[in-house]
T-cell receptor, first 112, second 118 residues
Framework: SQELEQSPQSLIVQEGKNLTINCTSS?????LYWYKQKYGEGLIFLMM?????EEKSHEKITAKLDEKKQQSSLHITASQPSHAGIYLC????????????FGQGTELSVKP | GAVVSQHPSWVICKSGTSVKIECRSL??????MFWYRQFPKQSLMLMAT?????????EQGVEKDKFLINHASLTLSTLTVTSAHPEDSSFYIC??????????????FGSGTRLTVV
């Protein structure tokens, strides 16, 4: 079964609207990573969260890790066409900085 | 800093031939690199962990004889798809992490390699 569940799987929003993508783990998260990907291209690192309750922001993107460290959300404010792409959450499989496993991804389209 | 270069970006090969993909850490040393595979409209699946100077560790279900990994230096890991078949066509991507003291700084990914086997 999938260890990381992302929702929604796809999202179409009007430019200027806010949106949230969720990532839920069946296990405690030791490190949670958010990446953006254009299909067929490499991954762009967005943010890393490690502590329960932690929240980080970069430009119009904010990510949070809940207190129990089993769920993270990525929030985009006033979306723009440049935000379009596939958003992936990834988690350390163990607590040794080893392997990353990924959610199934959320495909975001922003209509101008 | 923390740039990972992957080469080639895309490759087309005939069924039965072998293809080598390189993953280089350009400005840091990486004792460990990771190889992923991504099918269209799907997420990244970890294939194997490449360890400098030792054998790679493969995930369950990944054929070690088909996907040969060599990590001969602290900045280079290679993935060779041997006797490639059309079902091996996929997007392959590597990642590496620079070690900052006791904490991993995060993972940097290469730009990926699109393999098409005809």
């Amino acid at each position: 079964s999938q260890e990381l569940e992302q929702s929604p799987q796809s999202l179409i929003v009007q430019e200027g609207k806010n949106l949230t993508i969720n990532c839920t783990s069946s296990k405690t998260l030791y490190g949670l990573y958010w990446y953006k990907q254009k299909y067929g291209e490499g991954l762009i690192f967005l943010m890393m969260l490690q502590k329960g309750g932690e929240e980080k922001s970069h430009e119009k993107i904010t990510a949070k890790l809940d207190e129990k460290k089993q769920q993270s959300s990525l929030h985009i404010t006033a979306s723009q066409p440049s935000h379009a792409g596939i958003y992936l959450c990834g988690a350390d499989r163990d607590n040794q900085g080893g392997k990353l496993i990924f959610g199934q991804g959320t495909e975001l389209s922003v209509k101008p | 800093g923390a740039v990972v270069s992957q080469h080639p970006s895309w490759v087309i090969c005939k069924s039965g031939t072998s293809v080598k993909i390189e993953c280089r850490s350009l400005d840091f040393q990486a004792t460990t690199m990771f190889w992923y595979r991504q099918f269209p409209k799907q997420s990244l699946m970890l294939m194997a962990t490449s360890n400098e100077g030792s054998k790679a560790t493969y995930e369950q279900g990944v054929e070690k004889d088909k996907f040969l990994i060599n990590h001969a230096s602290l900045t280079l890991s290679t993935l060779t798809v041997t006797s490639a078949h059309p079902e091996d066509s996929s997007f392959y991507i590597c990642s590496a992490t620079p070690l900052r003291g006791l904490f991993y700084y995060g993972y940097t990914f290469g730009s990926g390699t699109r393999l098409t086997v005809v």
